[in-house]
């Protein structure tokens, strides 16, 4: 049972344009949403994340959005750059347990 | 700053064969520890998980065995390795109550 969803395996983006990636949740109990950055051979990095109470959350160029009633997210870079060209992960976690639940990534490719 | 280091980087062993990997963790006390694996093509897998020294929680049935013996050591070890034990080893860590969990670099493992 994948209780984090990332439907899109993979999505290309010019330099300098929007990239969204998006990620939807069936466990209504999740209540703490984050995003990993993944470089090949590397271990993820934290990009951003966000609370239940909150609805966006920004951080440079990053910022994600949380829709509660259709248990949605998304992660919007602008601009976008090719350094960001990486897989990407979002997670998420319930009230009280530290336990991520992860998605299955999206790879993401920045075309000059 | 805190800090997580994974050895080895990389490993080839044959079939049968046993395993440790090792993490450690600087710059902070009582974390709580986690092992991942990522399959080729899959998302993170939560593999082990600990809150303290000499407390292990399984979260997949495996071949597998995690041990904490010091606060800020994880070990992952395996008796007799398999074919479908092959893939990258994440160990991460979060201070106790934050969810957001920090990694390390990573161990390569191809068996044969």
């Known amino acids: 049972d994948q209780q984090v969803k990332q439907n899109s395996p993979s999505l290309s983006v010019q330099e300098g344009r929007i990239s969204i990636l998006n990620c939807d949740y069936t466990?209504?109990?999740?209540?703490?949403f984050l995003w990993y950055k993944k470089y090949p051979a590397e271990g993820p990095t934290f990009l951003i994340s966000?609370?239940?109470?909150?609805d966006k959350n920004e951080d440079g160029r990053f910022t994600v959005f949380l829709n509660k009633s259709a248990k949605h997210l998304s992660l919007h870079i602008v601009p976008s750059q090719p350094g960001d060209s990486a897989v990407y992960f979002c997670?998420?976690?319930?009230?009280?347990?530290?336990?991520?639940?992860f998605g299955t990534g999206t790879r993401l490719t920045i075309i000059p | 700053s805190q800090t997580i280091h994974q050895w080895p980087a990389t490993l080839v062993q044959p079939v049968g064969s046993p395993l440790s990997l090792e993490c450690t963790v600087e710059?902070?006390?009582?974390?709580?520890l986690y092992w991942y694996r990522q399959a080729a093509g899959r998302g993170l897998q939560l593999l082990f998980y600990?809150?303290?020294?000499?407390?292990i929680s399984s979260e997949v049935p495996q071949n597998l065995s995690a041990s904490r013996p010091q606060d800020r050591q994880f070990i992952l070890s395996s008796k007799k390795l398999l074919l479908s034990d092959s893939g990258f080893y994440l160990c991460?860590?979060?201070?106790?109550?934050?969810?957001?969990?920090?990694f390390g670099p990573g161990t390569r493992l191809l068996v044969l």
């Open positions: 991460a860590w979060t201070a106790g109550g934050r969810e957001t969990q920090y």
């Open positions: 466990n209504s109990m999740f209540d703490y």
């Open positions: 966000i609370s239940s109470i909150k």
């Open positions: 997670a998420a976690s319930t009230v009280g347990n530290e336990k991520l639940t």
């Open positions: 710059g902070t006390s009582n974390p709580n």
């Open positions: 600990s809150v303290g020294i000499g407390q």
